[in-house]
């Protein structure tokens, strides 16, 4: 089994920034992607950015160029630096971890930290 936590979320203003962590532990394997998704109230999750153990990252078209996902594979951790909030950014986050099992996929999800921004 694979646990995940998230730190990081908050209340900031529009304009402010935050820093999400997300830690991984458990059976975790070599072949796995990291990212983040959010849910705004009302509305499905999506994705926000997610990046595989090689480097390659998916960025939503909303958040390209003001949010940045890094990872440290040595630690399986993930982050997501976010910088000029909007209020529409307003969300839970969740983390995400999705593993690769022979020929299956497994997708394990943390808790959610909220993300607020206020005007």
């Known amino acids: 089994q694979v646990q995940l936590v998230e730190s990081g979320g908050g209340l900031v203003q529009t304009g402010g920034s935050l820093s999400l962590s997300c830690a991984a532990s458990?059976?975790?394997?070599?072949?796995?992607?990291m990212g983040w998704y959010r849910q705004a109230p009302g509305k499905q999750r999506e994705l926000v950015a997610h990046m595989g153990s090689g480097g390659t990252t998916n960025y939503a078209d909303s958040i390209k160029g003001r949010f940045t996902i890094s990872r440290d594979n040595a630690k399986n951790t993930v982050y997501l630096q976010m910088n000029s909030l909007k209020p529409e950014d307003t969300g839970v986050y969740y983390c995400?971890?999705?593993?690769?099992?022979?020929?299956?996929?497994?997708?394990?999800w943390g808790q959610g930290t909220q993300v607020t921004v206020s005007s």
């Open positions: 458990g059976s975790i394997f070599r072949s796995n992607a």
């Open positions: 995400n971890l999705r593993q690769f099992v022979r020929v299956s996929l497994i997708d394990y």
